[in-house]
Nanobody, 122 residues
Framework: QVQLAESGGGSVQAGGSLRLSCTASELISDTYVMGWFRRAPGKEREWVSTIGKSGRLTSYADSVKGRFTISRDDAKNTVYLQMNGLESEDMAMYYC???????????????WGQGTQVTVSS
């Protein structure tokens, strides 16, 4: 069973940047699709971004496109989410997840981390 641990959350002012990391307990290279999701208070879980098994394929929610970048370093079993131009609407708990197919549907992801909080102040 893959264990995922997110880090890098924190508090920033609007317009600022954060880089989230998600480190897996085992090899993810060419095995797992990795995704980032978020849940804001009072809202449903929202897909943010996905990166394919090889890292060549990436996709983003329209709300973050052009501001967020997902990447993976398989040598470190780690996936990153670089977040620039943060807005108050980005404030949420961010979760990484691992699955075997590229999808925006959280039900397609088998393993989940505990989450890391991102707070954006205006």
């Amino acid at each position: 069973q893959v264990q995922l641990a997110e880090s890098g959350g924190g508090s920033v002012q609007a317009g600022g940047s954060l880089r989230l990391s998600c480190t897996a307990s085992e090899l993810i290279s060419d095995t797992y699709v990795m995704g980032w999701f978020r849940r804001a208070p009072g809202k449903e879980r929202e897909w943010v971004s996905t990166i394919g098994k090889s890292g060549r394929l990436t996709s983003y929610a329209d709300s973050v496109k052009g501001r967020f970048t997902i990447s993976r370093d398989d040598a470190k079993n780690t996936v990153y989410l670089q977040m620039n131009g943060l807005e108050s609407e980005d404030m949420a708990m961010y979760y990484c997840a691992a699955g075997v197919v590229v999808s925006t549907n959280p039900q397609m992801y088998t393993y989940w981390g505990q989450g890391t909080q991102v707070t954006v102040s205006s």
